[in-house]
């Protein structure tokens, strides 16, 4: 530790949040994006908050079972290596992903979890919109429909993917699949339940819950050509 830095400073730059503006994207190049920041990062790198819509896709997570895809038809199906089972996702949802030293900020997956579905929840809540979790399907309800998945994986004691919350879409594809393995579950958007609503606002209103329930003392958002995704790798 260098002379200048007391233990407290190196704890409080552990709790920064360096938050990336994606804008609409495809799935394959940020979620290589994803693994590239995970498998190359130190105990010293800052945690990453990406922010972003996808181009229309169906990503299957590790415990996806092929009898869950009704009939995708000409949207392409991924097969990703999140927890979880099929989702949609598409312009009009808003996509949060979480690239975080799990095992530095002390939270267990159950803590996790229910961090990031409380965000949610009180971002909705925001909007006049009541929402709820359930303890054995991850995720946040509104009056039994859907309305924000979630899907993690943990590498070493750091996490990517994240979470998507159905802002203002195209809620069609859902039919052609059973959401996140449940037949017949309903997804409901933010649109349905109080008409138009700007995703960039709701995007600010979901970075700074996410930094008040992840516990980070400060953010910092990262411009320019530091979104830039080439190839699968991000630059930074």
Same mark, same amino acid.
């Not at 993917?161 to 959401?179: K, W």
């Not at 600010?204 to 995704?229: N, P």
């Given at each position: 530790?260098?002379? *200048?830095?007391?233990?407290?400073?190196?704890?409080?730059?552990?709790?920064?949040?360096?938050? !990336?503006?994606?804008?609409?994207?495809?799935?394959?190049?940020?979620?290589?994006?994803?693994?590239?920041?995970?498998?190359?990062?130190?105990?010293?790198?800052?945690?990453?908050?990406?922010?972003?819509?996808?181009?229309?896709?169906?990503?299957? &997570?590790? @415990?996806? +079972?092929?009898?869950?895809?009704?009939?995708?038809?000409?949207?392409?199906?991924?097969?990703?290596? /999140?927890?979880?089972?099929?989702?949609?996702?598409?312009?009009?949802?808003?996509?949060?992903?979480?690239?975080?030293?799990? !095992?530095?900020?002390?939270? &267990?997956?159950?803590?996790?979890? *229910?961090?990031?579905?409380?965000?949610?929840?009180?971002?909705?809540?925001?909007?006049?919109?009541?929402?709820?979790?359930? *303890?054995?399907?991850?995720?946040?309800?509104?009056?039994?429909? +859907?309305?924000?998945?979630?899907? =993690?994986?943990?590498?070493?004691? /750091?996490?990517?993917?994240? =979470?998507?919350?159905?802002?203002?879409?195209?809620?069609?594809?859902?039919?052609?699949?059973?959401?996140?393995?449940?037949?017949? =579950? !309903?997804?409901?958007?933010?649109?349905?339940?109080?008409?138009?609503?700007?995703?960039? @606002?709701?995007?600010?209103?979901? /970075?700074?819950?996410?930094?008040?329930?992840?516990?980070?003392?400060?953010?910092?958002? =990262?411009?320019?050509?530091?979104?830039?995704?080439?190839?699968?790798?991000?630059?930074?």
């Amino acid at each position: 530790m260098p002379p *200048s830095q007391t233990p407290a400073a190196v704890e409080a730059q552990k709790r920064v949040l360096a938050v !990336r503006e994606l804008g609409l994207q495809a799935y394959l190049p940020v979620w290589q994006a994803m693994q590239d920041f995970t498998n190359n990062r130190t105990p010293e790198s800052t945690d990453q908050l990406w922010l972003l819509q996808h181009q229309a896709v169906f990503t299957q &997570g590790q @415990a996806g +079972k092929p009898e869950h895809l009704l009939v995708p038809g000409d949207i392409p199906v991924v097969q990703a290596d /999140r927890g979880g089972q099929v989702t949609y996702h598409g312009p009009g949802q808003l996509v949060a992903y979480v690239l975080l030293d799990v !095992r530095r900020l002390g939270f &267990g997956v159950r803590d996790l979890v *229910s961090r990031i579905e409380q965000s949610l929840i009180e971002l909705l809540d925001s909007y006049g919109i009541r929402a709820a979790a359930k *303890s054995d399907a991850p995720g946040v309800y509104v009056e039994g429909a +859907k309305i924000a998945s979630l899907g =993690l994986r943990i590498r070493n004691g /750091r996490c990517f993917h994240g =979470l998507a919350l159905n802002v203002d879409m195209d809620l069609e594809p859902f039919a052609r699949i059973n959401p996140c393995g449940y037949a017949g =579950l !309903r997804m409901t958007q933010m649109r349905e339940l109080i008409g138009p609503v700007a995703i960039d @606002a709701v995007s600010d209103r979901l /970075r700074a819950q996410l930094v008040k329930h992840l516990g980070y003392l400060e953010q910092t958002t =990262l411009t320019g050509e530091q979104t830039t995704l080439t190839g699968g790798t991000q630059t930074l």
